[in-house]
């Protein structure tokens, strides 16, 4: 049994011990830790199966009994704790992204070096089984060579000022998820990104300095052409899509939603909204992702996501932003 501590108790720290205690297999959670840990989160955590809660994250550092680490707290925090965890000898499972600072993660990269640590970066869309059939069909070439990749992500509303403000910006927040994306669906990294994009949504984060509504081009390595657009709000719920067209045919997904009923009636035909939060569209994503974390420990396997993949969206991230700041596409490499 895999011994598991988790650092921070937020929202995506709540989804990971919610999916450890009742979706995976071969692990406990033997401590979470959060600065903010109060009496009711330590409740709610041991009423999860949680063993032992804190504030000082440093006690599961210090644990010898615990395996392996979550890093679940805020972005600033994911490198140095990743690093810490990796020179104790721990596992590392940490959220996208790794860090906004290239460097930071060549670091994290370099301490794994010569250790048995497994490592794996949280995204989670490539657990969903949308996804995974769309890469699944790709991957076996039952739509030839893949030509134009076309990825709709939209958000159901805009988060609060505050967070935009230390998000890294939406291309490193929002569309970092997309970029992953297109590198899962194309099969390969991406040369070059071209950013068109705007600030309609809420005023606000334009005056934040970011943007809310975006169309990125990117150009693949394999020759495919991927486009990626993205709006910070979707009247209408969690736009999540995918299409990918090549030589022999195209593979397609739609939205999720409560039930594929269709009521066709003299006002017209109509269905229901896709869901309308992250967590309902992604929640037994989440649970798959923590489960392969679980199982490349147990089994000594490579983790499907690995530092590189953690490394790479952040900088096709830099790179978006620096084409819509200089207005020009801009190749991966003027990043590295």
Not at 57 to 77: N, Q
Not at 94 to 122: M, S, W
Not at 183 to 206: M, S, T, W
Not at 242 to 271: K, L
């Amino acid at each position: 049994m895999v011994k598991v501590g988790i650092i921070g108790a937020g929202r995506i720290g709540k989804v990971h011990i919610t999916s450890i205690s009742t979706r995976v297999r071969d692990a406990v959670i033997k401590t979470v830790a959060d600065p903010f840990m109060d009496e009711e989160t330590a409740a709610w955590a041991k009423g999860m199966g949680v063993q032992h809660t804190t504030k000082d994250y440093e006690e599961i550092i210090r644990d010898p009994e615990i395996d392996a680490v979550l890093i679940c707290s805020s972005t600033d925090t994911h490198s140095p704790i990743s690093l810490e965890a990796i020179r104790a000898g721990k596992h590392v499972f940490c959220e996208k992204p790794i860090d906004h600072d290239v460097e930071k993660i060549k670091e994290v990269a370099a301490a794994l070096e010569g250790t048995k640590v497994k490592y794996q970066v949280g995204f989670n869309r490539r657990f969903d089984h949308n996804f995974e059939a769309v890469q699944r069909a790709v991957a076996e070439g039952r739509i030839g060579r893949p030509e134009i990749i076309k990825i709709t992500s939209r958000d159901p509303e805009p988060p609060g000022i505050d967070y935009v403000k230390v998000s890294g910006g939406m291309f490193l927040d929002m569309t970092i998820h997309d970029f992953d994306m297109a590198r899962f669906l194309a099969g390969c990294d991406a040369e070059e990104v071209y950013v068109q994009a705007a600030n309609l949504v809420d005023p606000k984060i334009g005056e934040a300095g970011d943007v809310d509504t975006a169309v990125i081009t990117l150009q693949m390595e394999n020759g495919a052409i991927a486009v990626i657009d993205n709006c910070r709000k979707a009247v209408y719920g969690y736009d999540q899509r995918a299409e990918v067209f090549g030589s022999e045919g195209m593979a397609a997904i739609g939205n999720d939603s409560q039930s594929s009923v269709q009521i066709s009636n003299s006002d017209g035909v109509t269905g229901e909204k896709p869901l309308f939060f992250f967590l309902e569209r992604y929640m037994d994503a989440y649970g798959k992702e923590i489960a392969a974390f679980i199982d490349a420990i147990v089994n000594d396997t490579e983790t499907p996501l690995g530092v590189m993949d953690g490394l790479k969206p952040v900088l096709m991230g830099l790179a978006a932003k620096k084409s819509w700041e200089e207005h020009r596409p801009v190749k991966i490499s003027e990043i590295m």
